[in-house]
Structure formats: C-alpha cells, structure tokens
C-alpha cells in the first residue's frame, strides 16, 4: 500500500478559519518531505518543504510540522482564502543517497473547500 | 510554471497507435521526470533522466520508453497505446540533490479510446 497518505480525502473550512491537511507516512528512512497544491486542470505547485531534522517550517501563512515519533506531516494554512481551494497532498523522498527527486512518493491528496 | 512547456495538452489516440509526448524546459536543469496521475492512485513515477540519454524506470514503466537527446528536452512514447494508459500525465523537472524539489508542468491529458 501507499507508504503516504492522507486521513481526509476532502475538508471543508470556512473562508478566513485555518486550515489543517493531515499527512501520514511509514518510512523512518524518509527524511525530506514536500507539500504541493494543485488547482483543477493545472499541475502541482510546490508549496513548501521540510527536512527531517526539523519540526516545523514557516513560509507565507503555511506552516508545516513534522512530527517524527508518529511519522505524521501536517500543513496549516492560515486565514484561508477562496484562492487556497484545491487538492493538496504531500510527498516523501525515502531513497538513502543523494540524487534527484526520482525517490519521490506522493500521496493522494486532499481536497480542501473553502466555504463563503 | 517553472519554465516547463508539456505538448500536446490534449490527445485522444487509438489502441495500439504509437503516441509520443514532449516536455520542454527552459531552467536547464539535469533531472527531468515524467508522471503519470490517475483517480486513487496520486502521482506515480513512470521514467526519469538524470542527464542525456541517461535514463532508468520509475514505478509504472512497463508500455512507456523515453529518450533525452538534449538536456531542455524530455520525451515519452506510448508504442502501443493501451485503455489502461489513459491519463493525465506530468513532466517535471528538478536541479538534482538529496533535497530538492520537483517542478511540475500542465500536464497532457491522454485518452485512449
């Protein structure tokens, strides 16, 4: 089965709430981690990313936390906007060396619904 | 978008006609990757390159074979397409190393019929 996965297939907020997509992952290898965003007909856009010797990483109202004792990755979206609506899902790197992103594995995402 | 240009956007192709998709990036980086994105199952790695003519398979490679003759370009052949390659399909690309981040294309959504 998929090594990364999401708990919510959708979650449905207010317009203005915070937002959070949960993120599970099973390899204690993994030690890189990405969320994308992908809006209806586009392709994922990167979002932000988190090495393993690191809990949390903030960017522009997205934050994320990793929590390595339950191998579990959260993105939180502040203040959520009509425009954050689409599905989000995270990835893991879980090869052991250096090299590209081929080591990459993506969840299946969530879908978030920003309500008026 | 990262400067990454997927062509066709669009296709509808008949079993068992050969199909081949083009993925053109300007950012000159080394890796380039092609996805393919289907219902339950995410994103799922088909092939990758490395470097020109370097290339190896990723997790859905069987009824796929690329080339890369150039480092801005990234191709994906279908020799015989199948109903079970219908799919939206992703290039990206990325600058290589142990943390680094994959940018993605449109994406070109294949139906084969």
């Known amino acids: 089965g998929e090594s990364v996965g999401l708990h919510l297939p959708t979650l449905s907020v207010q317009e203005g709430d915070n937002s959070i997509i949960n993120c599970a992952y099973s390899?204690?290898?993994?030690?890189?981690f990405i969320w994308y965003k992908q809006e209806s007909g586009k392709g994922p856009q990167f979002i932000i990313d988190?090495?393993?010797?690191?809990d949390k990483r903030q960017g522009q109202r997205v934050t994320v936390l990793l929590n390595k004792t339950v191998k579990h990755l959260s993105l939180q979206i502040a203040a959520t906007q009509p425009g954050d609506s689409a599905v989000y899902f995270c990835?893991?790197?879980?090869?052991?060396?250096?090299?590209?992103?081929?080591?990459?594995?993506f969840g299946k995402g969530t879908h978030l619904i920003i309500q008026p | 978008d990262a400067g990454i240009t997927q062509s066709p956007r669009h296709k509808v192709t008949e079993t068992g006609t050969p199909v081949t998709l083009r993925c053109h990036q300007t950012?000159?980086?080394?890796?380039m990757y092609w996805y393919r994105q289907d219902p339950g199952h995410g994103l799922r790695l088909i092939h990758y390159?490395?470097?020109?003519?370097?290339?190896d398979k990723g997790e859905v490679s069987d009824g796929y074979s690329v080339s890369r003759s150039k480092t801005e370009d990234f191709l994906l052949t279908l020799e015989s397409a199948t109903s079970s390659q219908t799919s939206v399909y992703f290039c990206?690309?990325?600058?290589?190393?142990?943390?680094?981040?994959?940018?993605f294309g449109q994406g070109t959504r294949l139906t084969v019929v």
């Open positions: 990206a690309i990325s600058g290589g190393g142990r943390y680094t981040e994959a940018f």
């Open positions: 390899n204690s290898a993994s030690d890189y």
């Open positions: 988190i090495r393993s010797n690191m």
């Open positions: 990835a893991e790197n879980m090869r052991g060396s250096g090299g590209g992103a081929d080591g990459l594995t």
């Open positions: 950012e000159n980086h080394r890796y």
């Open positions: 390159s490395y470097g020109v003519k370097d290339t």
